[in-house]
């Protein structure tokens, strides 16, 4: 085919400009097409900022409609490093005192320090969580135990090494006991414990005053000894365990160290965590419970293979088990943390809590504790420093203020935009992109509807009687005086709003506007549906441009092709003619 700037040559015709109008001629429809587009793209993008707006209405209607959107509640402490508080729409409005006596605490034991990198020892370890009671008397009486046995050995050293006499006498009285100890009902010796007694008062009688002296206070220590021994014994504490745990046993080799005893204990998930600790020449293993609260307490229980469990070497040094002795970790001075439940008073009556938060006592209100109130505070009798945290639970009407708030305004930014597509512009002629538009004009008029309808079930009936007015451009505006006088009329207010009476016409109107949204919304609904049917008639638009533009490309296609063969058809003419023409004129000359 000859080039576009070619057409015509043969012909000696314009052949360009009279394809081009014909062409032209043929998309003539496109224009109505493309203005038809134009308004049809406004319409979609407009009518998806409608779609958003009821959307936003859906979810203010949303916000209002339980009721306790209606009940908010606001709560404070007066002392918010010791107690803080928060309180649900169930909570009662109230106030109280709070003394925190005690926060909740987890068990915390640190081990004796071994050899960095050092083995512990083989072994079995056996952890169970329980309840420590007692451990208090325990430890005191423990520590007394050390003290007289400290006594006791310092009055030993301090007599025998006082004189001769005094070394004499302790070898006698050290002979009269094993000579008292060997006279038996079945081994009769008696006159070898009378002679070793003998032997023994020869050598108390050859004793200084001095020595008789350092005598008393030896022997007076070592029975204070005895006592305390007795007393340690019989203060041993108990241990409860758990009935929702059992124990968890470890196999412990002879070539673990604190880091990988630490790392068993932890994947055994026992309710105990471990940590390693190097202070700098000894590694410790310090064990805290995992939770807080006395039922979170634990005892570690070793078993070693020479069967020495509470002596101070090998994995007794880890265990934790004050009832059997004051080793391992009991060892006397070896700083324990027990585990406890917080105690508090509120209004001056006693609760208790395995966690610092206290959610079950006060319906709907929850308090978390954080310091303690109370110095030496003793609930049977003894010293009390008081300060008392004020705690208050309050109506907070300005979430529900807030929420009728966000609502009007959600509305009247619907009904502001569907009045401004659906008019008509007096002054310039101009209708609005959705004017007469029956779907529009549909939302248009219900949502009038709904605000002026009633609803049955409370005091009030209509937006209006609580303060929620109709303006005359459609909108909604908020009487504050009358919705305060309103919200302060009980619950007649939040029934206004959330009544279900299982009717459109007469629920809340919370209710039916969030119905009327959420359906609109819906698959079917009334905007998804003209949403839908907007975007069809921008696809069939877009189509039919299609179709214009390929017959267009059609006919151009055909009209050039014959134009083509004209321009050929009429060259051979021309050439032909000149051909004739130069004959006759040869013919001519020749004549002549």
Same mark, same amino acid.
């Given at each position: 085919?000859?080039?576009?700037?070619?057409?015509?040559?043969?012909?000696?015709?314009?052949?360009?400009?009279?394809?081009?109008?014909?062409?032209?001629?043929?998309?003539?429809?496109?224009?109505?097409?493309?203005?038809?587009?134009?308004?049809?793209?406004?319409?979609?993008?407009?009518?998806?900022?409608?779609?958003?707006?009821?959307?936003?209405?859906?979810?203010?209607?949303?916000?209002?409609?339980?009721?306790?959107?209606?009940?908010?509640?606001?709560?404070?402490?007066?002392?918010?490093?010791?107690?803080?508080?928060?309180?649900?729409?169930?909570?009662?409005?109230?106030?109280?005192?709070?003394?925190?006596?005690?926060?909740?605490?987890?068990?915390?034991?640190?081990?004796?320090?071994?050899?960095?990198?050092?083995?512990?020892?083989?072994?079995?370890?056996?952890? @169970? !969580? =329980? $309840?420590?009671?007692? &451990?208090?008397?325990?430890?005191?009486?423990?520590?007394? %135990? *050390? #003290? /007289? +046995?400290?006594?006791?050995?310092?009055?030993?050293?301090?007599?025998?090494?006082?004189?001769?006499?005094?070394?004499?006498?302790?070898?006698?009285?050290?002979?009269?006991?094993?000579?008292?100890?060997?006279?038996?009902?079945?081994?009769?010796?008696?006159?070898?414990?009378?002679?070793?007694?003998?032997?023994?008062?020869?050598?108390?009688?050859?004793?200084?005053?001095?020595?008789?002296? @350092? !005598? =008393? $206070?030896?022997?007076? &220590?070592?029975?204070?000894?005895?006592?305390?021994?007795? %007393? *340690? #014994? /019989? +203060?041993?504490?108990?241990?409860?365990?758990?009935?929702?745990?059992?124990?968890?046993?470890?196999?412990?080799?002879?070539?673990?160290?604190?880091?990988?005893?630490?790392?068993?204990?932890?994947?055994?998930?026992?309710?105990?965590?471990?940590?390693?600790?190097?202070?700098?020449?000894?590694?410790?293993?310090?064990?805290?419970?995992?939770?807080?609260?006395?039922?979170?307490?634990?005892?570690?229980?070793?078993?070693?293979?020479?069967?020495?469990?509470?002596?101070?070497?090998?994995?007794?040094?880890? #265990?934790?088990?004050?009832?059997?002795?004051?080793?391992?970790?009991?060892?006397?001075?070896?700083?324990?943390?027990?585990?406890?439940?917080?105690?508090?008073?509120?209004?001056?009556?006693?609760?208790?809590?395995?966690?610092?938060?206290?959610?079950?006592?006060?319906?709907?209100?929850?308090?978390?504790?954080?310091?303690?109130?109370?110095?030496?505070?003793?609930?049977?009798?003894?010293?009390?420093?008081?300060?008392?945290?004020?705690?208050?639970?309050?109506?907070?009407?300005?979430?529900?203020?807030?929420?009728?708030?966000?609502?009007?305004?959600?509305?009247?930014?619907?009904?502001?935009?569907?009045?401004?597509?659906?008019?008509?512009?007096?002054?310039?002629?101009?209708?609005?992109?959705?004017?007469?538009?029956?779907?529009?004009?549909?939302?248009?008029?219900?949502?009038?509807?709904?605000?002026?309808?009633?609803?049955?079930?409370?005091?009030?009936?209509?937006?209006?009687?609580?303060?929620?007015?109709?303006?005359?451009?459609?909108?909604?505006?908020?009487?504050?005086?009358?919705?305060?006088?309103?919200?302060?009329?009980?619950?007649?207010?939040?029934?206004?709003?959330?009544?279900?009476?299982?009717?459109?016409?007469?629920?809340?109107?919370?209710?039916?506007?969030?119905?009327?949204?959420?359906?609109?919304?819906?698959?079917?609904?009334?905007?998804?549906?003209?949403?839908?049917?907007?975007?069809?008639?921008?696809?069939?638009?877009?189509?039919?441009?299609?179709?214009?533009?390929?017959?267009?490309?059609?006919?151009?296609?055909?009209?050039?092709?014959?134009?083509?063969?004209?321009?050929?058809?009429?060259?051979?003419?021309?050439?032909?003619?000149?051909?004739?023409?130069?004959?006759?004129?040869?013919?001519?000359?020749?004549?002549?």
């Amino acid at each position: 085919m000859a080039t576009i700037s070619s057409l015509g040559i043969g012909s000696g015709l314009d052949s360009e400009a009279i394809i081009t109008k014909l062409v032209s001629l043929e998309k003539l429809p496109l224009t109505a097409l493309q203005n038809r587009a134009q308004i049809e793209s406004a319409q979609i993008s407009e009518f998806a900022k409608v779609k958003s707006q009821v959307a936003a209405l859906a979810d203010a209607a949303q916000a209002m409609s339980t009721s306790s959107a209606w009940t908010a509640r606001s709560a404070s402490s007066s002392n918010i490093n010791a107690a803080t508080i928060s309180a649900t729409s169930s909570a009662t409005p109230t106030s109280f005192t709070l003394d925190v006596d005690a926060l909740a605490k987890q068990q915390n034991v640190t081990s004796v320090g071994v050899s960095a990198g050092s083995n512990v020892g083989a072994g079995t370890m056996t952890l @169970r !969580l =329980g $309840t420590w009671s007692g &451990t208090a008397a325990s430890t005191a009486a423990d520590a007394a %135990a *050390a #003290a /007289a +046995a400290s006594a006791a050995a310092a009055a030993q050293s301090a007599f025998v090494g006082g004189s001769a006499e005094a070394l004499t006498y302790d070898a006698a009285n050290t002979a009269w006991l094993a000579a008292v100890a060997a006279n038996t009902p079945t081994v009769t010796n008696q006159q070898a414990e009378d002679d070793a007694l003998a032997a023994k008062n020869a050598a108390q009688a050859a004793l200084s005053p001095a020595d008789v002296t @350092r !005598l =008393g $206070t030896r022997d007076s &220590t070592a029975a204070a000894l005895v006592l305390a021994n007795n %007393a *340690a #014994a /019989a +203060a041993r504490p108990t241990f409860i365990p758990s009935g929702s745990s059992s124990d968890v046993v470890l196999t412990v080799l002879a070539t673990d160290t604190v880091a990988t005893l630490a790392a068993k204990i932890n994947s055994a998930n026992a309710g105990v965590v471990a940590t390693t600790v190097n202070d700098g020449s000894q590694d410790r293993l310090i064990l805290r419970s995992k939770d807080t609260g006395a039922a979170a307490g634990f005892r570690v229980q070793t078993s070693e293979v020479d069967n020495t469990n509470t002596d101070a070497t090998g994995l007794s040094r880890f #265990a934790y088990d004050p009832t059997a002795g004051a080793y391992g970790a009991a060892t006397v001075g070896n700083q324990v943390q027990t585990a406890e439940n917080a105690k508090a008073r509120i209004n001056g009556l006693a609760v208790t809590s395995a966690s610092n938060t206290l959610s079950s006592n006060i319906p709907g209100v929850t308090i978390n504790l954080l310091a303690t109130t109370t110095t030496n505070y003793n609930n049977v009798g003894g010293t009390e420093s008081r300060a008392s945290v004020t705690l208050s639970v309050s109506e907070d009407v300005t979430v529900a203020v807030r929420n009728v708030n966000n609502f009007i305004t959600a509305y009247n930014a619907l009904a502001s935009n569907l009045a401004e597509l659906t008019k008509y512009d007096q002054a310039t002629k101009t209708p609005g992109l959705f004017q007469g538009d029956a779907s529009m004009l549909g939302i248009q008029s219900v949502l009038r509807n709904m605000a002026g309808s009633v609803s049955t079930g409370s005091a009030y009936a209509r937006l209006a009687d609580v303060g929620i007015e109709r303006q005359l451009d459609g909108t909604l505006a908020l009487n504050t005086a009358r919705f305060s006088t309103a919200a302060n009329n009980g619950t007649e207010l939040q029934k206004l709003f959330v009544t279900n009476n299982s009717n459109t016409l007469t629920d809340g109107f919370a209710l039916k506007f969030k119905n009327f949204a959420s359906g609109a919304l819906a698959t079917g609904g009334s905007v998804v549906s003209k949403a839908d049917a907007l975007q069809k008639k921008l696809d069939t638009n877009t189509a039919e441009q299609t179709r214009v533009n390929d017959r267009a490309a059609a006919v151009e296609a055909r009209l050039r092709k014959q134009y083509s063969a004209l321009d050929a058809k009429m060259a051979g003419l021309t050439a032909l003619n000149a051909y004739v023409a130069q004959q006759v004129t040869t013919w001519n000359q020749s004549k002549n």
